[in-house]
């Protein structure tokens, strides 16, 4: 269960890589300061932010799948720091590709999970998992509570989380439910980047733009069980 993210970095496709069911939280609350609409780029030594414009970025009390984009050439803005970041990697056009092929989509919501369900088809991975949406299961709960019923809705046994969750879970009440809940261990595995420092905190299209068909070897997923995270 994760928020849609903007061609996200490298760990979440090892969250997914382990996952039987994979719930987009589209209608969870906008967060400025999340990831949601925005990955960094590496961009030689440095990074920078590939951040999608929105309407109404006043407003606090937007969901996700509320969101819209500004009226501005942001497609074009983007594609070209892709191509000047990642010039002379040997895979730059797949990446392109996927780049392109995501940004069909109509909504803001859309684009965000095309972003991750486009690289998840291209790396050959998610084949077999079934993709689903929060808010077309309606459940009216909030925070821990809703996230417990999806994984109960779904019959799940294991709950695999990225390390955000630490800050609001209650992992009692899920073990006592009969689903274990275990953590990311990111594998942070480096490829080979044009420049610089290796930085594994960059989008998905890095490490496709450089490694190409091979890009799956480098996801090597791994899990802690709650308690030893939590030490």
Known sequence: ?????????????????????????????????????RIQVKSGSAVTWMTLPLKNRQNMHQRINE????????????????????KGAPFLAD??????SACKQETVCGLLMASIEEPCR??????????????????????????????RHFGGTRYITGHGAANYLN?????????????????????????????????????IAHTGPQAAAYLRPATVDWRTFLQ
């Open 1 to 37: 269960i994760s928020q849609p993210m903007l061609f996200p970095w490298p760990g979440l496709f090892e969250q997914i890589m382990l996952a039987d069911v994979y719930v987009h939280h589209d209608d969870a609350q906008f967060s400025q300061s999340s990831f949601t609409r």
């Open 67 to 86: 969101l819209e984009v500004a009226d501005e050439p942001w497609q074009r803005t983007h594609r070209n720091l892709l191509l000047r970041t990642l």
């Open 171 to 207: 992992h009692e009440a899920f073990e006592a439910a009969g689903i274990a809940v275990d953590y990311m261990s990111y594998s942070r595995t480096p490829w080979p980047q044009l420049g610089g420092t290796f930085t594994p905190f960059v989008t998905i299209l890095d490490l």
């Open 122 to 151: 291209y790396l050959g991975i998610g084949r077999e998992m079934h993709i689903a949406r929060a808010s077309a299961l309606g459940f009216p709960t909030r925070s821990w509570q809703r996230v417990l019923d999806m994984v």
């Open 95 to 100: 990446a392109i590709d996927l780049f392109d």
